[in-house]
């Protein structure tokens, strides 16, 4: 495998309006004949991207200055605890709580959630490594680039951002649904009815995009203005889900912790696989790497602890719904609201409801501040539109990127219902932090021109057998179901295979601040436990997956191939212009 160093510049906007220098300033789009000729080299091109790795400090210092100003420095470790918080605790806990326990788990989600809460835990540190070491806005996208190359990292990115607009859009539309609640109307006599339309699509809600627009500005204005914003919200929202705790605790029965695994360990499994979802958000926090003060100390304290927090709650919150009501009467859809109805606290729904409308606020806010500097490092690669890169000298944030990407979350949550939406979200989270922790497996034992043919060869049938193990474990959990043969051989290999990598391989490169703790096994872990929760997602789920990545490649092949390679070399250039001239300076002095 290669690397290369790049740099380059960003197009800047002309006068009042944008121009194409603004969007496809590459030597390749320059004219049709520039543009048919650079297709004509595709094949070419795609494997010198499929083959080319990113360098850290490629990363780190000339893509970045590719923005030409700096995001401002103005986040410590509390701002980035409670960012944390705010990203992952939304309405998902007060939703799918209820299915979980109803129909899956029992008393025993408390242990689906605790279960998926480790793997998210898992998952975390993976990230929290690369974060130290590679504090850009890119987050993920950034890290993929390093460790497995362009094309892998455009395809995870492009997945992620779909996913961030379509989650983005159901969460404001969520939030027109509880504001409905609390002014004790249904959720739709708020939206407005387009007949003309069609179903699914002609429930117009501009509450949604009110909220959006808010939302854009307040995180476009002032990085530390959103981190205050959102640690009052955030410490709001605990104020109130502590509320919840000890109120319904008032009205436990141990009673109902008796049948406590009415599905047994299959059914516990099924709720942890579900409830994964209320953990997603957290690699969001991520991106804000180019804006914290102290990276080492502040990321560790920061991602950690805040998912640590969220577990814990979560963990309680569930024990205190089943304590309140068997599980047999837990409602789907509305459980603690429901469930404080029931013990005669009917007042209490409307605390639930504006819990649920802080922490929806608060992940809106994460939502497109995790958007925007995601599309903000692609931008730097030319991947997509250079013009996204932009951060405005005055805020020191992505405000292009921030509006571009408040505008396609506002027009989805305007015309597109919560049904949907739903339906739309995929597996690309799941998929991204599987490739994360097979990015620090490669980060760790692969370092280029050092680690032998070999080893090289030996680590390559190490991570085939590790992700081979992973999938046919995952393959027959969706299959079968009561048989335990193949989780008993697909697990031997697994181990046997962490283990080899272990014992026999030594590791290329340490972490030179903050690293993952027992490696391989955690991220051999990580990516065994994500893989196993793809194998309970739905096939359209994979479909849906498919089709978005097909119209991905589709751009890449004809758009994003050709920009990233034209601004790769033109960087290439600049770098040995650079390297001769010192060289020159040096001879001369």
């Not at 990085?223 to 959102?230: D, T």
Request: hydrophobic content about 50%.
């Amino acid at each position: 495998m290669g690397s290369t160093s790049e740099g380059g510049g960003v197009a800047r906007k002309r006068g009042c309006g944008w121009t194409k220098e603004d969007f496809l300033p590459e030597e390749s789009f320059q004219s049709w004949g520039t543009y048919v000729k650079a297709l004509g080299n595709t094949t070419a091109r795609l494997k010198d991207r499929l083959l080319t790795r990113s360098l850290d400090e490629v990363e780190l210092h000339a893509v970045r200055d590719r923005s030409k100003n700096e995001m401002k420095k103005t986040l410590n470790w509390w701002d980035l605890l409670w960012f944390g918080i705010g990203a992952v605790m939304g309405s998902g806990i007060f939703v799918l709580t209820g299915e979980a326990a109803n129909e899956y788990a029992g008393p025993a989600v408390v242990l689906s959630y605790f279960i998926s809460g480790v793997s998210a835990i898992l998952s975390v540190l993976c990230y929290t490594e690369f974060a130290v070491e590679l504090p850009v806005a890119g987050g993920s996208f950034a890290y993929l680039r390093v460790e497995l190359g362009d094309f892998v990292a455009y395809v995870a990115a492009g997945n992620i951002l779909f996913e961030y607009v379509v989650a983005g859009a159901g969460v404001a539309r969520s939030w027109t649904s509880y504001f409905a609640t609390l002014c004790n109307h249904d959720p739709n006599d708020f939206r407005f009815y387009a007949s003309s339309l069609a179903e699914g699509y002609n429930r117009l809600d501009p509450i949604a995009v009110a909220v959006s627009i808010v939302v854009c500005v307040l995180a476009s204005l002032s990085m530390k203005g959103s981190s205050r914003f959102n640690s009052i919200a955030s410490i709001v929202h605990m104020v109130i889900i502590a509320f919840m705790l000890v109120a319904g605790l008032t009205k436990a029965d141990s009673a109902n912790f008796k049948d406590f695994a009415p599905f047994g360990l299959r059914g516990i499994l099924k709720a942890s696989s579900m409830l994964f979802f209320a953990y997603v958000g957290f690699d969001g926090t991520t991106t804000l790497g180019e804006e914290i003060k102290k990276p080492a100390r502040d990321i560790p304290i920061g991602l950690i602890g805040s998912m640590s927090l969220v577990m814990i709650v979560y963990c309680l919150l569930a024990a205190t719904l089943v304590l309140m009501q068997p599980y047999a009467q837990i409602d789907v859809d509305a459980p603690y609201s429901v469930a404080f109805s029931a013990v005669g606290m009917d007042w209490a729904k409307y605390i639930v409801a504006f819990g649920a409308l802080k922490g929806m606020t608060t992940v809106l806010l994460a939502n497109i501040i995790g958007q925007a500097r995601y599309f903000t490092h692609i931008g730097r690669t030319h991947m997509a539109p250079p013009f996204l890169a932009t951060i405005n000298k005055k805020t020191g944030t992505p405000v292009n990127a921030t509006v571009f990407m408040t505008i396609a979350n506002s027009v989805i949550a305007f015309f597109t219902s919560l049904d949907v939406l739903a339906n739309l979200l995929s597996i690309s989270t799941l998929f991204i932090f599987s490739l994360v922790a097979l990015a620090l497996l490669v980060r760790r034992y692969y370092v280029s021109g050092e680690t032998s043919d070999s080893d090289r060869n030996k680590f390559i049938g190490f991570l085939v057998l590790i992700l081979g193990s992973s999938i046919s474990m995952a393959v027959y959990w969706a299959v079968s179901e009561h048989g335990w043969i193949g989780y008993i051989v697909g697990g031997a290999v697994w181990f046997l295979a962490t283990l080899g990598l272990h014992v026999t391989m030594k590791q290329g490169r340490k972490p030179k601040i903050w690293g993952a703790p027992i490696v391989p096994w955690l991220p051999s872990a990580s990516i065994a436990i994500n893989v196993f929760i793809l194998g309970s997602m739905d096939g359209s789920s994979f479909a849906r997956f498919a089709v978005w990545t097909g119209i991905l490649l589709v751009y890449y092949l004809f758009v994003g191939l050709h920009a990233s390679y034209d601004a790769a070399k033109v960087a290439q250039k600049e770098v040995q212009v650079s390297q001769a001239t010192s060289m020159e300076a040096g001879i001369a002095s």
